[in-house]
């Protein structure tokens, strides 16, 4: 039942798709058996999967180690939702401002739509602990393409983008901070706890918005030379 259950899950097209054995002409001795699916009239001799990422076992040096390890997990999973939203926010605003002619409406409009995320979610963030500010701004980088100042200096003014990035620096967060896990060992974590909550369902997935090979940087971290510091608390 259980294998049953996960090909429902895995392969729902199954239940629509059928297996025609066709000969070929210059040879009628040999029969090759095709897949038709439902709403496609060519023949198949293979499936189209989604790509699946074969993560590596985790290992740990020791419970200190295991330990950071769950605390940035925490954390990541908390904040990514915030970045997540800030992306999809900043697409819809893209949209609206590219429909405003007027420089006088566009700023006003996105003054409104700032307004709008501030007041909706200042107060959740302001509860947020250094080290999950610091994750968050990573993150939204990962997810616009921009780092945190930029996006405030793009919405507002220069000088609010300056004032947050002072601000945030009195409790070691700066703005400008992107999200680098090829030179960064706490960011490559990151990376990997986001895919592993994005297979158990945790996390809505959203790609990122730079580029980067989570392959080749798995390799690097686990079998190169790392002379990168676990990451703190």
């Known amino acids: 039942m259980k294998i049953l259950n996960y090909l429902f899950l895995v392969f729902p097209f199954v239940l629509f798709a059928q297996e025609d054995p066709v000969r070929e002409e210059s040879d009628p001795t040999i029969v090759k058996e095709y897949v038709i ?18 993560l590596h076992k985790l290992k740990f040096d020791g419970k200190q180690d295991r330990r950071r390890y769950l605390i940035l997990r925490r954390k990541t999973i908390k904040v990514y939702p915030y970045a997540k939203l800030a992306a ?5 605003l893209t949209k609206e401002l590219e429909e405003i002619k007027k420089t006088r409406k566009k700023k006003k409009h996105a003054k409104k739509a700032q307004k709008y995320i501030e007041e909706k979610f200042s107060a959740e963030l302001k509860k947020l602990t250094k080290t999950e500010g610091q994750i968050l ?3 939204i980088n990962r ?4 780092t945190a100042f930029d996006l405030i200096k793009e919405l507002r003014s220069g000088w609010r983008a300056f004032w947050f990035n002072n601000t945030a620096s009195l409790f070691s967060i700066s703005l400008k901070k992107e999200f680098d896990p090829e030179n960064e060992k706490e960011d490559y974590l990151i990376e990997d706890i986001l895919q592993r909550n994005f297979q158990n369902g945790r996390l809505i997935e959203q790609k990122p918005a730079i580029d980067f090979d989570f392959f080749a940087l798995t390799e690097k971290w686990l079998n190169g030379d790392d002379n990168t510091e676990t990451p703190k608390q």
């Open 143 to 146: 997810q616009t393409g921009r």
């Open 37 to 54: 699916i439902e709403g496609d009239s060519i023949p198949r001799e293979a499936i189209d999967l989604d790509e699946v990422l074969l």
């Open 137 to 139: 701004v990573k993150l």
């Open 88 to 92: 999809e926010r900043l697409e819809e």
